[in-house]
């Protein structure tokens, strides 16, 4: 059982910048394809980024290109979401999935684990 636990969500306003960290539990972190998704009120939970194992890809949806990074320290078990040019719209929970039998998790249903999410609120 792996255990994530996300942090860094908060309040910002439109054109900032957040950090967000998940950190796991499980010593074989490495082995795991890693992402985040996101839910806003209302809507469903939607997949955001991605990146395998050894941290040689990462996929991102289109309305996230070029505003946010995956990336990962398997050495301390730590996924990060650097976002920037934060907008209004990224207002939603966030959540870090790890999907053990994937190369990436692109998909709600590839995840085999999810963390508990953190709060990312937007203002104009």
């Known amino acids: 059982q792996v255990q994530l636990v996300e942090s860094g969500g908060g309040l910002v306003q439109a054109g900032d910048s957040l950090r967000l960290s998940c950190v796991a539990s499980?010593?074989?972190?490495?082995?795991?394809?890693m992402g985040w998704f996101r839910q806003a009120p209302g809507k469903e939970r939607e997949f955001v980024a991605t990146?395998?194992?050894?941290?040689?890809?990462?996929y991102y949806a289109d309305f996230v290109k070029g505003r946010f990074t995956i990336s990962r320290d398997n050495a301390k078990n730590t996924l990060y979401l650097q976002m920037n040019s934060l907008k209004p719209e990224d207002t939603a929970v966030y959540y870090c999935a790890a999907g053990h039998t994937v190369v990436a998790v692109r998909t709600i249903l590839e995840a085999d684990y999810w963390g508990q999410g953190t709060q990312v609120t937007v203002s104009s």
């Open positions: 499980e010593r074989t972190f490495s082995r795991y394809a």
């Open positions: 990146i395998t194992w050894s941290a040689a890809r990462s």
